[in-house]
């Protein structure tokens, strides 16, 4: 079946300009999450929704970064006045999230090479 | 503190030898897991294995091998007679406490490139 899908595949923005970057989960997946991956810091956690719990925003690393997700399937995550250190790659990943399950490991896609110039 | 660290930045070996990849992780917590993600050139990030920390069994998946010891908070990975297509940065992760697996503490990756 289909995969985690991103879109845009890259994106290239002025500082100041606020971002939209879109993930469409594997179907039946319930648990999505979004990380970062940069020059500097490697991979990080980002934020983490799961059914319709309140997402774990506790990997956001200022308040212009903010994320949806509608309907329990499709996530939009926000930044809001881009900053140049906002560049990277945005991955957004999936999970059936059941720890007794080996479909539970993350299944990720291919990103979002947001670039602020 | 949760952490992992991949001494080896980069390694390059000639194709058909042997390579190792080490993990060591630290964790306070008695539940959790340890992953292996490859990420190609493409960029996607592909899973490789999953392990929890009650099973210390090593696992082999074809030249794939994995070799999880809690005495040392080692999961090591080695590629037996590596091929060119092995060539790709590799994440040790884990996952702390028993909420849930998918947010995850990635090491700083180790680069592989295997020469024909």
């Known amino acids: 079946g289909a995969g985690v899908s991103q879109s845009p595949s890259n994106k290239v923005t002025e500082k100041g300009k606020d971002v939209e970057l879109r993930c469409d989960p594997i179907?039946?997946?319930?648990?999505l999450y979004w990380y970062r991956q940069s020059l500097g810091q490697g991979l990080e956690f980002l934020i983490y929704?799961?059914?319709?719990?309140?997402?774990?925003k506790s990997g956001l690393p200022s308040d212009r970064f903010s994320a949806e997700r509608t309907g329990g399937s499709v996530s939009t995550l926000t930044i809001q006045r881009t900053q140049q250190e906002d560049s990277a790659v945005y991955l957004c990943?999936?999970?059936?999230?059941?720890?007794?399950?080996?479909?539970?490991?993350?299944?990720f896609g291919n990103g979002t090479r947001l670039t602020v110039t | 503190a949760q952490k992992v660290t991949q001494a080896q930045t980069e390694i390059s070996v000639v194709e058909k030898e042997d390579v190792t990849l080490d993990c060591v992780y630290e964790?306070?917590?008695?539940?959790?897991?340890l992953f292996w993600y490859k990420q190609p050139p493409s960029g996607e990030l592909v899973f490789l294995i999953r392990?929890?920390?009650?099973?210390?069994q090593n696992e082999i998946s074809g030249r794939y091998s994995w070799n999880f010891q809690k005495s040392t908070s080692s999961f090591n990975f080695t590629i037996t007679a590596s091929q060119v297509v092995d060539s790709a940065v590799y994440f040790c992760?884990?996952?702390?406490?028993?909420?849930?697996?998918?947010?995850?503490?990635f090491g700083q990756g180790t680069t592989l490139q295997v020469k024909p």
């Open positions: 990943a999936s999970s059936l999230d059941d720890l007794d399950s080996y479909n539970s490991p993350l299944h």
């Open positions: 179907s039946g997946h319930t648990a």
């Open positions: 929704f799961q059914g319709n719990s309140a997402p774990d």
């Open positions: 964790t306070r917590d008695t539940t959790y897991y």
């Open positions: 392990r929890n920390s009650f099973d210390e």
């Open positions: 992760a884990l996952s702390a406490g028993s909420s849930n697996t998918g947010k995850l503490i």
